[in-house]
Nanobody
Framework: QVQLVESGGGLVQAGGSQRLSCLYS????????MGWFRQGPGKEREFVAA????????YYADSVKGRFAISRDHAKNTMYLQMNDLKPEDTAVYYC?????????????????WGQGTQVTVSS
């Protein structure tokens, strides 16, 4: 069974940094595009960042561009989200996801597998 497990969430002060990790359990996902989404209190799930498997092309939401960086390590079956200059509005549950559809990566419905999420809370 495919599993994606996020880690690295927690409480951080505004202006601080945090790195999230997503470990995926099956080597078959090494050829999947992957992404990070987040869902804040009372909000819909929104796109944060994505990375393609073929050439590691990256995509970012405008709200995080220049502050967040997505990367992946194929050898470790792990994807990362480095978050810098965090703001209170970044508070959310962060989910990693994998897509084998070669479809636009900013849309949640184009993803096949999801992790359970990790809470990130940014205090002001």
């Amino acid at each position: 069974q495919v599993q994606l497990v996020e880690s690295g969430g927690g409480l951080v002060q505004a202006g601080g940094s945090q790195r999230l990790s997503c470990l995926y359990s099956r080597r078959a996902l090494s050829n999947y595009d992957m992404g990070w989404f987040r869902q804040g209190p009372g909000k819909e799930r929104e796109f944060v960042a994505a990375i393609t498997w073929s050439d590691s092309t990256t995509y970012y939401a405008d709200s995080v561009k220049g502050r967040f960086a997505i990367s992946r390590d194929h050898a470790k079956n792990t994807m990362y989200l480095q978050m810098n200059d965090l703001k209170p509005e970044d508070t959310a549950v962060y989910y990693c996801a994998a897509s084998g559809r070669r479809a636009p990566l900013t849309t949640p419905k184009n993803y096949d597998y999801w992790g359970q999420g990790t809470q990130v809370t940014v205090s002001s």
